[in-house]
């Protein structure tokens, strides 16, 4: 944790535990980073779903193209908070008020899953037009990665036999402009990997463009750029992934490349903070439990992957009996929820770690408020704290004051 974000924690009373601090100054340098090492002729969208903190959605706003939303919710939520950057709107099994959500809002593209929700779109138009990627779910192997979205049967995106019959709708429906494909398949992979996949992935759609005899103005290569929980150092490459995409897009000199990470582009400026409630040795082993669990962050229980964390020692001891603690040995970080199911990292093995020292969970900044079950027994929400920029100065506010 780097000084000033370290400093801001140390400023955090026990009440503000657990504690959601994002680093936006850190967020600000990513994202620019990833600007910077791709070629022109890719535009940057950020997928929404993986945190719609708006705090966090205005810092990339200034970065990134565009916005992927996947819900007429994602949708409002983002319009009202910049409303001037485009959205592409996508997702499976879109209502047809969220179509027509869509159409009122101007969004700048919809990705279209089936020839269904096309024909759904078709009677929502009425004058007005609008610009639409065909989603296809590309028969390819994906060998091992952490999350398929296609190469198998899924319910994302169409067959690769469903497209005629959408080419054929739409070439009769001028308000329909199809801009051209859509192919987000899979999650976890790296930059070489991705590369290879986007490669595979363009000199089919460019194939299957000319076989239709279609103008292929535009391919999504989706996101899923690989985040690697066990090695917070390993970044993915976005240097080696813009220099692979100049070349690749030299073989493609008219079509524009778009891109929509989620997780490689927040998870690292977010941070989970608590502190240790108790510890103790059971059957052997030492467990450590901590305010607060997995219905704050999910990430670890839907990944299942060991959080990364840091020890923040508190030297203090307010009580007349010996402090306990655990030395040199495995440590299972648990939750306050009675199921074994809460595990924050598990036989992680640890110098110190003492009821009362406070522990800073890492990559805590894709996937893990939004999609953990808070509900769940009923204990408090954390509290958030944003890093700002320039004086690197914290705005505090709950959740709640934040949506508002
Ligand atoms: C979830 C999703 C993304 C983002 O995936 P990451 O793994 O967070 O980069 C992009 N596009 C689509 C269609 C998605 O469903």
Known sequence: MRPVLLDHVGRLTDDDLPAYVYDLP?????????RAALPERVELLYAVK???????????????????VASGGELSHVRGLVPDTPLAFGGPGKTQTELGQALEAGVERLHIESEHEL???????????????????????????????????????????????CRELIASDPRIRLRG?????????????????????????????HDCGVDLAEVNVGGGMGVDYTHPQKVFDWSAFGAGLAR??????????????????????????????????????????LRGGTHHLRTPAAKQHDQPFEVI????????????????EPVTLVGQLCTPKDVLARRVMVERLRVGDRVAFAMAGAYA??????????????TFHHLDDAEASVTSGTYARQMS
Not at 126 to 145: A, E, K, Q, T, W
Not at 313 to 328: F, L, Q, S, T, Y
């Open 119 to 165: 024909r759904l779109l078709a009677t929502l138009l009425g004058d007005r037009s609008v610009d639409v990627l065909l989603r296809v779910n590309l028969p390819i192997d994906l060998g091992h990665v952490a999350l398929a979205m296609g190469g198998h049967p899924s319910p994302f995106g169409m067959d690769p036999a469903q497209l005629d019959g």
């Open 313 to 328: 020692p508190e030297d203090v001891w307010p009580r007349p009996w010996d402090r306990p603690e655990a030395r040199d």
């Open 26 to 34: 850190a967020l600000h340098e990513h994202v620019h980073a990833i």
């Open 181 to 209: 494909l859509h192919l987000h398949l899979a999650s976890g992979l790296q930059a070489q990997a991705q590369l290879a996949l986007s490669d595979k992935i363009l000199t089919w759609a460019e194939g299957c463009a």
């Open 50 to 68: 993986a945190n719609s903190d708006p705090r966090i959605l205005r810092a990339l706003a200034a970065h990134v193209d565009g916005f992927e």
């Open 248 to 289: 690749i897009l030299t073989r493609h000199p008219r079509l524009t490349l778009r891109i929509e990470p989620g997780r490689s582009v927040t998870a690292y400026c977010g941070w989970y903070v608590t502190e240790v409630l108790d510890i103790k040795f059971n059957r052997g082993e030492a467990f450590a439990v």
């Open 369 to 382: 408020w939004n999609i953990s079950h808070h509900a769940f027994l009923l204990h408090p929400h954390p």
